[in-house]
């Protein structure tokens, strides 16, 4: 059964007769139905009764239901009302716009309107490159979706995808002060979410793709890359990947092992596979075996896909051609960016001693991570009720706030490695264990510790290209 999650927290107005043990009455009952309480708080009280607002974290809507059953069963309890506080938080969405000048008088509104707004226009007109520094562009990107592969739910639209879109402009902002504007476009059809991100570029100084279905995606990315003249990052791809390998770098230092020796397993060969694979290849690993769900990609197949192809060319050195379950064995890192449960208890006690477990599938990894435990060194997931939590937004707000400030216009391998390497030096030698290779998505630090690594790799990549 699921634990208790703040992502499924509610608040339930009680009343209840008033004496001296009522609360903790109440809070024994709604901790004997599985709820962990996080707050209880008398809002009335009168001589005869009380009205208490209990905070809990429950796995389900199911599990609501029993806690609110499980308090009314006691004498004279009544549950007046169940607020889910999640819903409450996306009551409305999760942003606004807010203007950085109060317009008090004509002489502020001459200036930030008309007439004094036609000398900034014509200035843009005649430089367009002026709108960097005049306009919103100098700090706004566009988080765009199709909504076809959101998180763990899947192809769910571009309206039920707008809460996460919105969530992720939070983070920036919150993060790095990067202003983020949601764009769920309403087609799937690639040429026209190229055409439709070409068309809006004007306002943006980047654009942050996001849970675009693959192998689209791919093809998106690489077209927007080569056709617009600000940074394209693909979360899904370039997010993960530095995380992983910022994790990874850590968890091998734990583990007394070198990137280069290892035998590493990627389970799911999807964007995210395939971003951390390039990533590692550029870090120096040597032997990466890449497994979809027909087993190991290798040459002794055809594919259709370019992007397996490439796989097939540029990993599995020994051409190994069985299944997932077979290539763990013996092996020293497994990464899993695919889906619930591909692999079990028997297959991480074959790997090679002292393993990594990185099970990053979300919500359910592709292993209980406390069965993983028992065998491997070192354990990470995507979730935050376990150790080591690998989050893209380690990576994301740090990186565009880098990209910005550099006004770089595209990304490298030499940006990614050095984001990935801020991240993981965020964790000092004295603070890294098997339990702690990866800072908190909360450290104040890592941020700024991300955009300013990935300013200076565009300024020696910008150096490097004016010496050819």
């Known amino acids: 059964m699921a634990n208790p999650s703040p992502g499924n927290s509610i608040t339930l107005r009680v009343s209840a007769p008033s004496n001296f043990t009522v609360t903790s009455e109440l809070a024994a009952a709604a901790a004997s139905a599985g709820a962990a ?15 208490v607002d209990i905070t809990a974290n429950t796995t389900d809507d199911a599990h609501a239901d029993r806690v609110k059953d499980a308090l009314e069963a006691l004498d004279g309890v009544h549950v007046q009302h169940v607020s889910d506080r999640t819903f409450l938080m996306h009551l409305g969405g999760k942003l606004e716009v807010n203007s950085k000048f109060v317009i008090r008088n004509r002489d502020d509104l001459s200036r930030a309107y008309t007439p004094g707004v036609a000398r900034v226009c014509m200035a843009i007109a005649e430089d367009p490159s002026a709108a960097r520094n005049l306009t919103i562009k100098r700090n706004t990107i566009a988080v765009v979706t199709d909504g076809t592969a959101v998180l763990g739910l899947g192809d769910i639209g571009p309206a039920a995808a707008l809460p996460v879109m919105e969530g992720k402009a939070a983070l920036f902002k919150q993060f790095a002060n990067v202003d983020a504007w949601p764009v769920c476009l309403d087609t799937k059809d690639t040429e026209e979410i190229i055409m439709i991100v070409k068309a809006m570029a004007p306002v943006y100084g980047g654009i942050n793709l996001e849970d675009i279905a693959a192998p689209r995606c791919f093809e998106i990315e690489r077209r927007l890359k080569e056709e617009l003249d600000i940074p394209v990052f693909h979360d899904d791809q370039h997010g993960t990947a530095i995380v992983t390998l910022a994790a990874l770098t850590n968890a091998l230092k734990v583990v007394e092992k070198n990137i280069s020796d290892v035998k590493i397993v990627v389970a799911g060969v999807g964007a995210a596979g395939n971003a951390i694979i390039q990533l590692l290849l550029a870090q120096g690993a040597k032997n990466i075996v890449a497994c979809g769900r027909n087993g190991a990609v290798n040459r002794s197949e055809e594919y259709t896909d370019a992007h397996r192809t490439w796989l097939a060319n540029n990993t599995n050195p020994d051409n190994f051609t069985g299944t997932l379950h077979e290539a763990v064995v013996g092996a020293d890192v ?26 990053m599938a979300n919500p359910t990894p592709e292993v209980d991570p406390v069965i993983a435990s028992k065998y491997a060194a070192v354990v990470a997931t995507g979730r935050s009720d376990f150790p080591n939590q690998i989050n893209n937004v380690l990576a994301f707000p740090g990186f565009f706030r880098g990209l910005l400030d550099a006004h770089v216009s595209d990304i490298s391998d030499e940006m990614l490695v050095a984001a990935a390497t801020a991240i993981a030096n965020r964790v000092d030698a004295s603070e890294l264990n098997a339990s702690f290779i990866i800072p908190s998505v909360f450290d104040p630090h890592v941020a700024g510790d991300v955009a300013a690594a990935v300013a200076s790799a565009a300024a020696s990549t910008l150096a490097e290209r004016a010496t050819l």
């Open 37 to 51: 309480v996080t707050a209880l708080d008398i809002v009335e009280s009168q001589h005869e009764s009380i009205v």
């Open 334 to 359: 497994f990464i899993g960016v695919s889906g619930p449960n591909v692999i079990g208890e028997a297959e991480v006690a074959a790997m090679a001693p002292k393993s990594i477990v990185f099970a």
